[in-house]
């Protein structure tokens, strides 16, 4: 899954008003931020497999570091307890923990079995990725209702804060068809840092327009 788990982050805003958006989204994608990394170290293994789902060329074969349900709840409890630490906010840190988990759980949907429940245990998966429209229908519904609960608190009050939100999303969304209609890639190491480059902009880029919104009750 990709962009549904940036509509978990959106709609987290909600409940974590005071937080940032670009945390609010880290959180969520915090597996899949660790995972270029710790395949680029070798600590995790990926395959390319043309046909492996529909939907991902990609043979997800050992990933229980960054992937598993126990090592998901470890990343979840580390980083709500450092955010607690830093801001004292209680929702903030709730949303920050419980998007951290989302993420096996929106995997464990769409991956085939290979979502493992600790290192070197079973592993699950319900195989969404099997069907292209039924992933492509899920995601983008998921994405619309996350952004959609955003845009309702939130008011931009400048043309960052508007523009710089609408174009972030419309960016995520071809980034999603695009690489859907993009030719296989060709190593595993342009995959992962292709990865690593596409976070690098899109966390800072959330904050930078969060930052230019306000929480619409905080109007009244
Ligand atoms: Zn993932």
Same mark, same amino acid.
């Given at each position: 899954m990709f962009i549904g788990h940036f509509a978990v982050g959106f709609a987290a805003k909600r409940f974590a008003p005071r937080t940032s958006l670009a945390l +609010?989204?880290?959180? @969520?994608?915090?597996?899949? *931020? #660790?995972?270029?990394?710790?395949?680029?170290?070798?600590?995790?293994? /990926?395959?390319?497999?043309?046909?492996?789902?529909?939907?991902?060329?990609?043979? +997800?074969?050992?990933? @229980?570091?960054?992937?598993? *349900? #126990?090592?998901?709840?470890?990343?979840?409890?580390?980083?709500?307890? /450092?955010?607690?630490?830093?801001?004292?906010?209680?929702?903030?840190?709730?949303?920050?923990?419980?998007?951290?988990?989302?993420?096996?759980? #929106?995997d464990w949907i769409t991956h085939r079995p290979d979502m493992p429940l600790y290192p070197g245990g079973p592993r699950f998966g319900l195989g969404l990725w099997n069907s292209i429209a039924g992933t492509m229908v899920v995601e983008i519904l998921m994405l619309a209702i996350g952004v959609w609960l955003y845009a309702r608190i939130t008011h931009g009050v400048d043309r960052v804060g508007r523009y710089g939100f609408v174009a972030y999303v419309a960016c995520l969304l071809v980034l999603y068809v695009g690489d859907r209609f993009s030719a296989p890639p060709t190593s595993v190491a342009e995959i992962m840092w292709t990865g690593i480059i596409a976070e690098a902009f899109l966390i800072p880029w959330a904050w930078w327009f969060d930052d230019h919104r306000v929480f619409r009750s905080a109007l009244q």
């Open positions: +609010l989204l880290a959180a @969520p994608l915090f597996a899949d *931020l #660790l995972w270029p990394w710790f395949v680029l170290l070798g600590w995790e293994r /990926v395959r390319i497999d043309p046909g492996n789902t529909s939907f991902t060329p990609l043979d +997800l074969a050992y990933y @229980p570091w960054s992937h598993s *349900l #126990l090592m998901s709840s470890v990343w979840a409890t580390v980083f709500a307890l /450092v955010y607690q630490r830093i801001s004292h906010y209680w929702p903030g840190t709730l949303a920050i923990w419980v998007g951290v988990l989302s993420h096996w759980v #929106l």
